[in-house]
């Protein structure tokens, strides 16, 4: 009796809409996963609404901490969570694909944010200076 409810600790107790019991991995000490956990109900309702899915949770809680990257690296640990949670099943895996389409898109804009502060900074240098580069082939010649 003890070892089987010692197994059932580790998956979520609550019964899908089909009937199936819930294979979600949960904490030791909890007996829900997120979607099933009763306490979490209204902040999943919440963040269904949000996301205008219906009964398919596919969000974050609507409490999530904020994210922002300054550069490409910040994305890493954002990126590895999200690997994370897509196979713990704690996040629906179009919603670890909408992450990973707007990381990309993250990353051009970053790209071209750099790309232009380089150009600024180049711009900002003395004409004389640039024209006196290190492979100027006119250098030798002239003397
Ligand atoms: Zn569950």
Same mark, same amino acid.
């Given at each position: ?44 309702? @919440?963040?269904? !609404?949000?996301?205008?899915?219906? *009964?398919? =949770?596919? /969000? +974050? ?30 996040? @629906?895996?179009? !919603?670890?694909?909408?992450?990973? *389409?707007? =990381?990309? /898109? +993250? ?37």
């Amino acid at each position: 009796m003890d070892r089987k409810s010692d197994q059932r600790k580790l998956t979520c107790r609550a019964a899908k809409s089909d009937g199936s019991p819930c294979s979600v991995r949960v904490r030791e000490g909890s007996d829900f996963c997120f979607f099933h956990n009763p306490a979490k109900a209204k902040e999943l309702r @919440a963040a269904q !609404a949000l996301g205008g899915r219906g *009964n398919r =949770a596919s /969000s +974050l809680p609507i409490d999530a901490p904020e994210f922002a990257a300054e550069t490409v690296s910040d994305l890493i640990p954002l990126l590895v969570a999200t690997i994370n949670q897509v196979r713990r099943g704690e996040l @629906a895996p179009n !919603a670890g694909t909408t992450i990973c *389409n707007l =990381a990309n /898109s +993250l990353i051009k804009a970053l790209e071209v944010r750099d790309l232009r502060r380089l150009h600024d900074m180049e711009q900002s240098f003395p004409e004389s200076e640039t024209k006196d580069g290190l492979f100027d082939p006119n250098a030798e010649q002239g003397s």
